[in-house]
């Protein structure tokens, strides 16, 4: 049965504090709670005896109730809560529970990875760890004593501060923390191990020294150093950007191998997947670079956007996960390249988020109803929630937005709130009303807007007319209209000047239209700059005006985008079997690689074509074929006929030493491409120069960057490279990853056939979430490979969900909806991935993740 987010009640009983007495071990570990609970007399409370939850199967050792050990008969276990009548309103409850990290391979609670044991307790962890209120509005003081073996676990960590440590003998050890913040369990957390720590300090605007550190095995210590430096930044920008400053003497980072997510923001203590801390250019990308910081200070912000101020219940997560990563995109931003970080953004936003909100797992950032919460982690949640947030920041400007903000902190500090308590916040600090605004949390699908410019020669007036449409989805077949800012302004297509400068127009009904004078020359629309708003947008501009754009618009993302759109226009002309401009194209990439008042790094991206999967979005019906036949056409004429600026391009960045800084990432970025693009036009040294830039690098992205274009290939030196790489990189997880990801996403015929071999490689593990990603998640990303015709690609992916389901359910759960994408499909394909799909759902003893993805996605 299903949760729903209108039967939310207001907790029966408060946990004010609770103490936790682990007695660690890898086998065996003993938890004693202590809870001081207290009665919630609220008159919306329900009434009834105490409920704790806990996990399947689990029972207490024993049960104490104000100092008195409870017979069996005073407590029972019922759909996995320990439940006890209590006579008084306020009572200490003392429980003890015996559980089994080593044996936790779904990775929620605690379990062990490598020869650590760590936590992990969003979104309903903490209850596989010991019995208790796992909802995020039970907000408690916590005191956490751990005792474990010297040798194996010299280091002890959890929330908050030491207050205590000491030898119990036998070669044990104990530490006590106490975290003085009042926290929901889902933040709890808490680390044994032999680790090392990166030590440094930040001193806060007020004056406090906070000691951070970064703690990973002591072989990785000389890769953390940019994960720090990522901290002290972020750290730095929440108080300069919105004021918020941290609040605990220390904050440190744990690094593990075994993560089934990015990271997690327990207050003090963010655990993190070791591939969002480990950095060295040998080792990781650029993109990895880039990720990292990202990540780092997602997790660092979510101190405030999430801790300070966390959430009433789960379908509030957008709350936290919107605004936490608008937060840490901004932050990118400010870092880097505004223009190529937006560019990226809605490159994921498109990739991830449209599909999901155009299918049969469609939902609202604020969901109504879940079976399984971990399912709704999704590109939703957290990409369009940031989307939300980024269209009241454009509506309300930098000020307003900050007042609203504000309040929203200075209301809800040391509280659980909801979506609702944002919204009203930006509305009581700007004197807004944001009626109709709350429509993008309650309505879920992609709008979208269609935009014609008219204009009658001699009048100087021009004419935009707007009409929106948002798509049915399922359990919501009528919608209203969503209001959105669009940033716009109009170009002279002869003078190339901006004859109507950009402004904000929000269009709050299904129709609109904007009437623009003193328009004396044909002028051309740019709209949705910087994707001001998350929707597809159709307009009446042809060819001509968008390689005019692609020229000449002077907000770099519309530059870019306008470029994107005249590709895609071509490519899906020629999948439909019509007439294709490919001239324009070519024109207008030669024009943007040849402009040199363009920086590299957004050339790497505006001449990259729209890949495979974004082309299937744009068509009725996906035909994977037709479209590889298509993209692939139109590359090799780009490779042949540029080749020359390619080559001069490829050579610009020559002879340059590793550097992280962003012009030197805007060399790599295009050189990579050059290279795929010189190797797409058959040019005979191709793969010769890829496997010279393979063997020349002094960074992992030229590397990598050599291996990804060989792998697509048949050449000898293709075989040469992916050898040399693994046998240099076997010992190294994250590496080996890549390594396994790289022929995933091979364009080659026989990928399918590849990956399948590659899943019996040695290397090859299921318990790692990682290598699974890395391998099956990949692949299944790699339009042309997964679709394969007879099948097999879909076969393979649904056996590894059944197997995965069996050790770790939100790591099967995830590879269930590039088969739920079934209806989109040639009628062949889509009757093959609903085969596996129904085969799947027939399966006994699925999982709550799988079974959830599963039957929506044939419902
Ligand atoms: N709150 C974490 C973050 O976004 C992610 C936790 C994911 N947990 C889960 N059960 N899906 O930073
Ligand atoms: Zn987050």
Redesign the pocket.
């Known amino acids: 049965t299903p949760t729903l987010r209108l039967d939310y009640r207001p907790p029966a009983w408060a946990v004010p504090s609770i103490r936790l007495d682990f007695d660690l071990d890898a086998a065996v570990t003993r938890v004693r709670a202590t809870l001081e609970v207290e009665k919630n007399s609220a008159e919306a409370a329900p009434r009834g005896p105490l409920a704790l939850d806990g996990a399947p199967g689990m029972k207490p050792v024993s049960v104490t109730v104000d100092g008195r050990l409870l017979d069996a008969g005073e407590w029972r276990i019922e759909d996995d809560q320990l439940l006890i009548e209590l006579t008084g309103p306020r009572h200490i409850v003392e429980t003890e529970v015996v559980i089994s990290p080593e044996k936790n391979t779904q990775l929620?609670g605690l379990y062990a990875s490598g020869g650590l044991l760590c936590t992990?307790c969003?979104?309903?962890?903490f209850r596989r760890i010991t019995f208790f209120p796992d909802r995020p509005d039970v907000l408690s003081r916590y005191t956490v004593k751990m005792t474990a073996d010297r040798a194996l676990y010299p280091v002890l960590l959890a929330n908050g501060d030491l207050i205590g440590e000491g030898e119990t003998g036998e070669g044990r050890h104990w530490a006590e923390w106490r975290d003085p913040f009042l926290k929901p369990c889902y933040l709890f957390a808490m680390v044994a191990g032999d680790l090392k720590a990166n030590r440094d300090s930040f001193t806060t605007m007020s004056g406090r020294e906070v000691q951070l550190g970064i703690w990973v095995r002591e072989a990785d210590l000389p890769r953390t150093e940019h994960a720090m430096t990522a901290l002290k930044s972020s750290m730095a920008w929440d108080e300069k950007v919105y004021g918020r400053e941290y609040d605990l003497g220390i904050f440190n980072i744990v690094a593990v191998a075994d993560f089934?997510?990015?990271?997690?923001?327990n207050k003090g203590l963010n655990i993190f997947n070791s591939r969002y801390i480990l950095a060295d250019p040998e080792t990781a990308t650029d993109a990895d670079y880039d990720a990292i910081a990202g990540?780092v200070a997602?997790?660092y912000f979510?101190n405030w956007s999430?801790n300070r101020v966390t959430c009433r219940d789960w379908f509030q997560l957008s709350l936290?996960?919107g605004f936490?990563v608008f937060r840490d995109q901004e932050f990118s931003a400010d870092q880097g390249s505004r223009a190529v970080k937006r560019i990226e953004d809605v490159r994921v936003l498109r990739a991830a988020q449209f599909p999901e909100d155009g299918g049969p797992l469609a939902h609202p950032i604020r969901p109504d109803s879940y079976l399984e919460?971990?399912n709704f982690?999704t590109a939703t949640i957290?990409n369009k929630g940031a989307e939300v947030i980024r269209m009241l920041h454009t509506m309300l400007g930098v000020e307003g937005f900050r007042r609203g903000t504000d309040l929203y902190f200075e209301r809800h500090d040391g509280t659980a709130a909801t979506c609702e308590d944002f919204v009203r916040a930006m509305e009581d600090a700007n004197g807004a009303d944001l009626t109709d605004f709350r429509r993008w949390y309650s309505q879920a699908g992609t709008p979208r807007l269609r935009a014609a410019l008219s204009h009658e020669p001699g009048t100087a007036k021009a004419r935009l007319t707007l009409e929106q449409v948002v798509p049915p989805t399922p359990g919501q077949d009528d919608k209203q209209p969503m209001p959105l800012p669009l940033r716009l302004a109009l170009f002279g297509a002869k003078s190339g000047k901006a004859i109507v400068p950009e402004r904000v127009h929000v269009l709050h009904d299904a129709e609109g239209e904007i009437l623009f004078e003193g328009v004396d020359e044909q002028p051309v629309l740019s709209i949705n700059r910087g994707f001001s708003a998350p929707v597809i947008v159709e307009t009446n501009r042809t060819a001509a005006d968008l390689a005019f754009l692609s020229g000449h618009d002077d907000d770099p993302f519309a530059r870019f985008e306008a470029m994107q759109q005249l590709m895609v226009d071509t490519l899906v002309a020629a999948i439909e079997g019509r007439e294709a401009d490919e001239e324009a194209v070519i024109a207008a990439v030669r024009e943007t690689l040849t402009d040199p008042s363009l920086d590299a790094a957004f050339v790497g991206e505006a001449v990259l074509l729209p890949n495979e999967a974004f082309l299937g979005d744009q068509l009725a019906v996906v035909d994977p074929t037709a479209i590889r036949r298509a993209r692939e056409h139109l590359r090799q004429r780009l490779g042949r006929e540029l080749e020359a600026e390619w080559r001069a391009a490829y050579a610009a960045s020559a002879g340059n030493r590793f550097e992280y800084t962003p012009s030197a990432k805007g060399l790599r970025r295009l050189r990579t491409v050059a290279l795929g693009y010189l190797d797409a036009s058959g040019a005979a040294d191709a793969a010769k120069q890829a496997l010279a830039q393979y063997e020349g690098a002094d960074n992992m992205t030229d590397r990598q960057g050599a291996l990804t274009t060989l792998a697509n290939g048949t050449s000898a030196e293709r075989e040469t490279a992916l050898a040399a790489f693994y046998d240099r990189y076997r010992n190294d997880a994250l590496v080996l990853d890549k390594w396994f990801t790289t022929q995933a996403i091979s364009m080659r015929e026989d990928t399918a056939e590849a990956v399948e071999r590659l899943a019996r490689h040695p290397d090859f593990t299921m318990t790692n979430p990682n290598r699974m990603r890395s391998l099956v998640g990949a692949f299944a990303a790699n339009q042309f490979a997964f679709h394969s015709a007879d099948g097999r690609g879909y076969r393979f992916v649904a056996d590894m969900i059944l197997k995965a389901d069996k050790l770790n359910p939100?790591s099967a759960a995830r590879l269930v909806p590039p088969l739920g994408r079934w209806r989109r499909f040639e009628p062949a394909r889509a009757a093959l991935m609903k085969a596996e799909l129904e085969r799947i759902v027939a399966t006994p003893g699925l999982s709550k993740d799988v079974f959830e993805q599963a039957s929506k996605s044939l419902a």
């Open positions: 929620m992990q969003e979104a309903e962890g089934n997510f990015g990271a997690m923001e990540v997602h997790e979510h999430g936290k996960e936490t919460i971990s982690y957290y939100q």
